[in-house]
């Protein structure tokens, strides 16, 4: 996670601190904090857990990527819809899902959010608008349009963030998508978690082009780059996105650069990249 450098000196650190920029205050900035740190604890100890055989099946962890779901939750209203692929966690919640309803679904209990029958990837909550959680790769990206549709035939201006990879944004249905979105100018915000892997492979290994916002250009589609590391910044971007799909404009493409230190899922041999990589990133040494 990067931290942005705030003002002060000893001698004015008990004072309250000054908000570090117009649209942001010091409490938003801790609340921020407070998000992403209970993402990364609830991963940590879902991993443990996974070790431990409390969880069994399928689990793919969101350490490294939180700053992206924190920061745009920050720009969403009641009544925003999201939904994402099987790299979830961290979605449920920033979107106010319940902590211990998660875990006890990773749990395979009856207390969690699909009754301990859909585990990590399969979990919904209609009370927060979140529609999973899916383990086919960019399979929710006609969802989030069709979620995009239906606040459109009600004539609200409600968003719906739509998440997917960027091994994902190779898929014939994202194209589709784009053009269906843009035609009936859809007020969905296409967010590309670009961590730069789809499994163990490297993006330059799978994707010809490596601008992958300017995808929607053939179906005009406004898309920008983000520093996905850096929360304020994703507001930042999240706010021109929402607007844009709020004031009836259609889709919008934020690529998220991010990046994702442990590996795909929980059985990974991660052959395929150095731990020098990942500790350069880590130490924010190199650009993601
Ligand atoms: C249609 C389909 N093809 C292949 C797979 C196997 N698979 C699971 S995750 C994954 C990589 C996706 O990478 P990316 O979209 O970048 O998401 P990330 O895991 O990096 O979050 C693949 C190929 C799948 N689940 N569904
Ligand atoms: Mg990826």
Redesign the pocket.
């Known amino acids: 996670m990067a931290a942005r450098k705030t003002s002060g000196n000893k001698a004015t650190r008990k004072q309250a601190a000054p908000d570090v920029s117009p649209n942001v205050s010091r409490d938003e900035l801790i609340e921020f904090y407070r998000q992403m740190l209970l993402i990364r604890r609830f991963e940590e100890k879902a991993g443990q857990l996974y070790g431990m055989g409390v969880i069994g099946g399928f689990c793919?962890l969101y350490i490294g990527q939180e700053a992206v779901v924190v920061g745009l939750e920050a720009t969403a209203r009641d009544g925003d819809q999201r939904v994402t692929?099987?790299?979830d966690h961290g979605h449920m919640l920033a979107c106010g899902m319940d902590p211990k309803g998660v875990m006890a679904e990773l749990a395979g209990r009856e207390t969690g959010y699909s009754r301990g029958k859909g585990g990590s990837m399969h979990m919904f909550s209609k009370e927060r608008n979140f529609y999973g959680g899916h383990?086919?790769?960019?399979?929710q990206v006609p969802i989030g349009a069709g979620l995009a549709f239906a606040d459109k035939y009600r004539g609200n201006d409600n968003v719906s963030f739509t998440y997917?990879?960027?091994?994902?944004?190779n898929?014939g249905q994202v194209y589709e998508t784009f053009n269906m979105a843009s035609l009936w100018k859809l007020p969905v915000v296409f967010v590309i978690?670009n961590?730069k892997?789809?499994?163990g492979t490297a993006m330059q290994r799978s994707t010809s082009t490596p601008d992958i916002y300017h995808r929607g250009n053939a179906f005009g589609i406004p898309g920008e780059a983000v520093d996905g590391m850096d929360v304020l910044a994703v507001k930042e971007a999240g706010e021109k996105a929402t607007a844009h799909c709020r004031a009836g404009n259609g889709p919008y493409i934020l690529e998220m650069q991010t990046y994702?230190y442990r590996g795909?899922s929980m059985s990974d041999p991660a052959k395929y990249r150095s731990r020098e990589e990942v500790q350069k990133v880590q130490i924010g040494r190199a650009h993601v």
């Open positions: 793919h692929s099987y790299r383990g086919i790769v960019a399979a997917f990879g960027d091994g994902a944004a898929q978690e961590n892997y789809a499994m994702r795909h």
